[in-house]
């Protein structure tokens, strides 16, 4: 697919629509007196608005991710990069394609914009029946969702039919690479420029540990990081997300210790889980969280509830009946966790 093919794909309206100018960018030059955008004049640290192209934060992922920095752009937690991308390219009517069980989001922001969720359920093994989702879109097909690894399966798709997909699917490809902390080689991010019509979507809600400053990140050429940057509101990263990002981007080291940590917890979690009664099926998991089959998921969801343990039913996913998802937490909490399971009855 060409850069031109995609610009057919974005809705007419927002190829020329205005993005909003904010005060700071509407001059260049010495800025030693700020009188410009109705701020609070005291120096707290968070008196200014943010710069609404995060400068700073955008040159550091883009190092430590070797990867141009003109060629990302930040969300609310990529929660809002997928409303964003939906809207982008979705009118009343059009298509968008994911395959569940995977993460919820796709399908609500369809939902907003109108468009019409096609759904293609993943095999029972969770990798994705390629012919039968091919058979699925048409002219009116205008994203496709793939989530690798995927939530809740935790298993990562093949980069043949990552490929394969990319190539053959007449719209935009999302890939959610949300929990790639985890298994880094995967990543589709160094072959990027080969698809233009590739969006990469990641986080450091997972393996950064900061699910609460809410910081995802877009990947993407040119043309759809122009796009992004029209319809995002100008100050959707603030200060104090920036400031806490830059200081944990600048120690990548740490996070690569407590993924290690939480990978072994995850395996070692793995291990004891099999060889209790209760447990049917534990399915492979490269993530921080174990998609367990259970031989009766809604009495040990409600049992680990009345043992204060919060673990996230997934049951009502397609191909996932019994199955609870279960995070890898501390050393501690994966224990509990364990004891409350060895007296299930
Ligand atoms: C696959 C996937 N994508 C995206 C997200 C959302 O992440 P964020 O916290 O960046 O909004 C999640 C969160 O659970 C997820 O599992």
Redesign the pocket.
């Known amino acids: 697919m060409s850069n031109k093919d995609i610009t057919q794909l974005v809705r007419p309206n927002l190829l020329t629509l205005k993005a909003y100018s904010s005060a700071r960018s509407e001059f260049k030059g010495l800025a030693e007196v700020l009188l410009d955008a109705n701020e609070s004049p005291w120096p707290t640290g968070r008196n200014r608005y943010p710069d609404p192209m995060s400068t700073d934060l955008r040159n550091a992922l883009g190092r430590y991710k070797n990867f141009s920095p003109d060629q990302i752009v930040f969300g609310n937690?990529?929660?809002e990069l997928v409303d964003q991308i939906t809207r982008i390219f979705c009118n009343e009517g059009d298509a968008v394609h994911a395959l569940p069980p995977t993460?919820g989001?796709y399908k609500v922001a369809a939902g907003i914009a109108g468009a019409e969720f096609r759904a293609t359920t993943l095999a029972p093994d969770f990798t994705i029946p390629v012919e039968e989702l091919k058979a699925s879109w048409d002219e009116r097909s205008k994203i496709l969702w793939l989530?690798s690894p995927n939530?809740p399966s935790g298993n990562a798709m093949e980069a043949e039919v990552l490929e394969d997909l990319i190539r053959t699917f007449p719209g935009v490809v999302v890939l959610?690479e949300?929990?790639i902390d985890f298994v880094p080689e995967l990543s589709f991010l160094p072959r990027l420029a080969e698809f233009p019509n590739l969006i990469i979507t990641q986080?450091l809600?997972k393996g950064w540990g900061m699910?609460g400053i809410?910081l995802?990140a877009a990947f993407a050429s040119p043309f759809i990081i122009r796009m992004l940057n029209t319809i995002k509101m100008p100050y959707n990263i603030n200060v104090l997300t920036s400031a806490v990002a830059l200081e944990a981007l600048s120690k990548p080291e740490e996070m690569k210790a407590k993924v290690a940590t939480l990978i072994s917890e995850r395996n070692r979690l793995e291990a004891a889980l099999t060889k209790l009664d209760c447990v049917d099926y534990i399915f492979p998991s490269v993530t921080n969280f174990l998609l367990v089959r259970f031989k009766d998921s809604a009495a040990v969801y409600q049992y680990l509830l009345d043992n204060a343990i919060v673990v996230r039913n997934q049951a009502y996913q397609p191909n996932a009946e019994n199955c609870l998802r279960i995070t890898a937490g501390l050393k501690e909490e994966n224990d509990r966790l364990l004891a409350a399971l060895s007296d299930f009855e």
Do not use: H, I, W
Request: a negative charge; charged letters at 20%; one cysteine or more.
């Open positions: 937690g990529s929660d993460f989001m989530c939530n959610d949300a929990y986080t809600s699910a809410r995802g």
